[in-house]
């Protein structure tokens, strides 16, 4: 059964870094799409990263274009989210998906995703 399990999350001051990672196991993802969504406390869960597991294209929201980063290991299976300068409103659970249909263009959207992590938090004082 697959399985997607994060961590990395914690607490951290304004300026600061944090890397997350999604660990897959269960089935083979090289085919899939990965995202990182996050979700505010009163707020909807909104699309942050996604990268295609096999080809390495990357796509990001706007809000963290120039700060955060997705990467991939294919020995370890890991998906990684990179978070550089990071500023209070970045606040959030965050959470790791994968899609296994190939036939979107975006993959910005939570139901092309059929499988999801348990999600980390992340916090960020100012």
């Known amino acids: 059964q697959a399985q997607l399990v994060e961590s990395g999350g914690g607490a951290v001051q304004a300026g600061g870094s944090l890397r997350l990672s999604c660990a897959a196991s269960?089935?083979?993802?090289?085919?899939?799409?990965m995202g990182w969504f996050r979700q505010s406390p009163g707020k909807e869960r909104e699309f942050v990263a996604r990268?295609?597991?096999?080809?390495?294209?990357?796509y990001y929201a706007d809000s963290v274009k120039g700060r955060f980063t997705i990467s991939r290991d294919n020995a370890k299976n890991t998906v990684y989210l990179q978070m550089n300068s990071l500023k209070p409103e970045d606040t959030a659970a965050y959470y790791c998906?994968?899609?296994?249909?190939?036939?979107?263009?975006?993959?910005?959207?939570?139901?092309?995703?059929?499988?999801w992590g348990q999600g980390t938090q992340v916090t960020v004082s100012s």
């Open positions: 998906a994968a899609a296994a249909s190939l036939a979107f263009y975006d993959y910005t959207r939570e139901r092309q995703y059929d499988y």
């Open positions: 269960g089935r083979t993802f090289r085919n899939y799409a």
């Open positions: 990268i295609m597991w096999r080809s390495g294209s990357t």
